[in-house]
């Protein structure tokens, strides 16, 4: 990871929230196809972003998840399976990146 890491803390969080909000919203609608392409293109955004922030070997094995084949026939559970899918890594980017931070020394 570079040394841009600091700014890319925040564009990690905002995506999460982004992801949540698309969930959310599915969830109001039901509907499904829709926040599966919303998903699709955040992905592919998120994919730019972290090549940009982070560098092409993360974002690249970002772009390399690919959710397998799914078997439930439930929608909603499928479609909850695809967000925790991409949440799980992105947060555990995240985490790495809030333990790598410096952290700023305090007066004691």
């Known amino acids: 990871m570079t040394n841009q890491s600091g700014a890319a803390l925040p564009m990690l969080e905002k995506q999460l929230k982004e992801l949540d909000t698309i969930f959310q919203e599915t969830m109001e609608t039901l509907n499904t196809v829709s926040g599966a392409e919303r998903v699709a293109k955040w992905k592919a955004r998120t994919i730019a972003l972290i090549t940009e922030s982070l560098g092409q070997k993360e974002g690249q094995m970002f772009a390399a998840l690919q959710p397998g084949p799914s078997f ?9 399976d695809l967000i925790d899918y991409f949440r799980i890594p992105l947060a555990d980017l995240a985490k790495q990146l809030a333990q790598a931070a410096p952290r700023p020394s305090g007066g004691n």
Do not use: I, Q, S
């Open 72 to 80: 439930t026939n439930d929608l909603v559970e499928e479609f909850t």
